[in-house]
């Protein structure tokens, strides 16, 4: 429904791609959101740690979620985006 309404998109089937983008991005956001589950939470100095460093979850979480929520956010809006483009300038 709230596809429809914002982005103008029939999600008709649970194996919809967008809702697929949604559910990872609220998944990988519920397991960031975690008060103190990270080190860096409390060491803020540790976000300037490299990735390959080995013991540091966060960065691990970071790369493998972000880009589900970039595309559950750009995607769907690019979509209404240029359906209103090619609406009003054609």
Excluded at 64 to 75: D, L, P, Q
Aim: hydrophobic share 45%.
């Amino acid at each position: 429904m709230i596809f429809k309404i914002v982005y103008g998109i029939d999600v008709l089937h649970a194996s919809n791609h967008y809702l697929h983008l949604a559910e990872q991005a609220v998944q990988g956001l519920s397991q960031a959101m975690v008060p103190g589950k990270y080190s860096v939470d409390f060491l803020p100095f540790l976000k300037q740690i490299p990735t390959w460093f080995p013991y540091f979850q966060h960065h691990k979480i970071t790369s493998k979620y972000m880009s589900s929520i970039v595309g559950a956010r750009e995607e769907p809006y690019q979509v209404a985006r240029d359906a209103w483009v090619s609406c009003v300038f054609h």
